[in-house]
T-cell receptor
Framework: DQQVKQNSPSLSVQEGRISILNCDYTNSMFDYFLWYKKYPAEGPTFLISISSIKDKNEDGRFTVFLNKSAKHLSLHIVPSQPGDSAVYFCAASEAGNTPLVFGKGTRLSVIA | AAGVIQSPRHLIKEKRETATLKCYPIPRHDTVYWYQQGPGQDPQFLISFYEKMQSDKGSIPDRFSAQQFSDYHSELNMSSLELGDSALYFC???????????FGAGTRLSVL
């Protein structure tokens, strides 16, 4: 049973446009959400996170939105750049020192 | 800044052999996590340690064991290797209770 779901395996966006990556979760005990970016042959790189007490967190070109009632979060990248092309994983954890539960990832391709 | 170091980066073993993967967390991080990522899959949590004690256990086979040493580095020991153990193995570390999990570059294990 996949507790964190990324229903779009891939996404193509033109350079300069907005990329929107979506993530849904089923476990209401999750209270911390993270996005990681992963290039081939490298480990996941932390991008941005959001606590369940917030509905938005912004860091430069990256903004994460959380809708707790819908159990949905999204990552917005504006403007998208070719270097953003990678696999993006949504991850969630419960309170405390708990492990991450990952979605299956979305491969983003930013086309110049 | 120092990152999570994993060794070796690549490992090739035969069926029924043993393997040892090492992880050196970011200095002062007190929690280590091990994840396994199969081809085309999301990372799956195996086991974690907090202050050298096992803190959580995920889908780790009985053939695998792990420990965290006094210098906080961790080792994942894998015995009676099977073809299905071929995967990327990631280690992550964090500073509890609410630090971000930072990942190493991973060890790619190939079982022939």
């Amino acid at each position: 049973d996949q507790q964190v779901k990324q229903n779009s395996p891939s996404l193509s966006v033109q350079e300069g446009r907005i990329s929107i990556l979506n993530c849904d979760y089923t476990n209401s005990m999750f209270d911390y959400f993270l996005w990681y970016k992963k290039y081939p042959a490298e480990g996941p790189t932390f991008l941005i996170s959001i606590s369940s007490i917030k509905d938005k967190n912004e860091d430069g070109r990256f903004t994460v939105f959380l809708n707790k009632s819908a159990k949905h979060l999204s990552l917005h990248i504006v403007p998208s750049q070719p270097g953003d092309s990678a696999v993006y994983f949504c991850a969630a954890s419960e309170a405390g020192n708990t492990p991450l539960v990952f979605g299956k990832g979305t491969r983003l391709s930013v086309i110049a | 800044a120092a990152g999570v170091i994993q060794s070796p980066r690549h490992l090739i073993k035969e069926k029924r052999e043993t393997a040892t993967l090492k992880c050196y967390p970011i200095p002062r991080h007190d929690t280590v996590y091990w994840y396994q990522q199969g081809p085309g899959q999301d990372p799956q949590f195996l086991i974690s340690f907090y202050e050298k004690m096992q803190s959580d256990k995920g889908s780790i086979p009985d053939r695998f064991s792990a420990q965290q040493f006094s210098d906080y580095h961790s080792e994942l020991n894998m015995s009676s290797l099977e073809l299905g153990d071929s995967a990327l193995y990631f280690c992550a570390s964090r500073l509890s209770p609410r630090g971000i999990q930072y990942f190493g570059a991973g060890t790619r294990l190939s079982v022939l």
